[in-house]
Antibody, heavy 118, light 108 residues
Framework: EVQLVESGGALVQPGGSLRLSCAAS????????MSWVRQAPGKGLEWVAN????????YYVDSVKGRFTISRDNAKNSLYLQMNSLRAEDTALYYC???????????WGQGTMVSVSS | DIQMTQSPSTLSASVGDRVIITCRVS??????LAWYQQKPGKAPNVLIY???NLKSGVPSRFSGSGSGTEFTLTISSLQPDDFATYYC??????????FGPGTKVDIK
């Protein structure tokens, strides 16, 4: 089955760290740009980061630069988001997504919830 | 930064209505614009990419148009399954993607 499955979400204290994972299956993971997109409770979608097929290019929204790191392991068909110095405003459902339609995200996971609170 | 607006923010419509949602972008994005539908508790689903290309399997009642900095999503005859929130997204460069604030389509 063609799918993405996120994991790693949790309740974490402000200033803490978390690593999200996204497992891809049913398609050739190494040939697609990948993204992380988040959605705060009751709010809209916010792009977080992109990574090129081979991991050589990485881009971030300004609000997470220097705190979050996107990475991938093509041998394991997996995408990651290392999140450090977490803030309350990082509380959101985090989706991984495949850039399969000339860059538009054509495949999404179900999301994993990150809550930052003391 | 690229700013994006959508209008209206909420739209009340009836089954069979023609619905038009507008997305405005603060700079030229070379038509790299997509439209997503999101239902409560579900991940977004892409409907349209590169302004006017319908994703395979998406009903033909959905269409996209526009150029420059103004784009539209049209639903020609609203169906019960279409009540949802719609987002536009610019993806002109992999260094910066941006979503619009969303348009909620609900039942009149």
């Amino acid at each position: 089955e063609v799918q993405l499955v996120e994991s790693g979400g949790a309740l974490v204290q402000p200033g803490g760290s978390l690593r999200l994972s996204c497992a891809a299956s049913g398609w050739t993971f190494s040939t697609y740009w990948m993204s992380w997109v988040r959605q705060a409770p009751g709010k809209g979608l916010e792009w977080v980061a992109n990574i090129k097929e081979d991991g050589s290019e990485k881009y971030y929204v300004d609000s997470v630069k220097g705190r979050f790191t996107i990475s991938r392991d093509n041998a394991k068909n997996s995408l990651y988001l290392q999140m450090n110095s977490l803030r309350a405003e990082d509380t959101a459902l985090y989706y991984c997504a495949r850039g399969g339609l000339q860059g538009a995200s054509d495949l999404w996971g179900q999301g994993t919830m990150v809550s930052v609170s003391s | 930064d690229i700013q994006m607006t959508q209008s209206p923010s909420t739209l009340s419509a009836s089954v069979g209505d023609r619905v038009i949602i507008t997305c405005r972008v603060s700079q030229n994005i070379n038509n790299w614009l997509a439209w997503y539908q999101q239902k409560p508790g579900k991940a977004p689903n892409v409907l349209i990419y590169k302004t006017s290309n319908l994703k395979s399997g998406v009903p033909s009642r959905f269409s996209g148009s526009g150029s420059g900095t103004e784009f539209t999503l049209t639903i020609s005859s609203l169906q019960p399954d279409d009540f949802a929130t719609y987002y536009c997204q610019q993806y002109n460069s992999y260094s910066l993607f941006t979503f619009g604030p969303g348009t909620k389509v609900d039942i009149k």
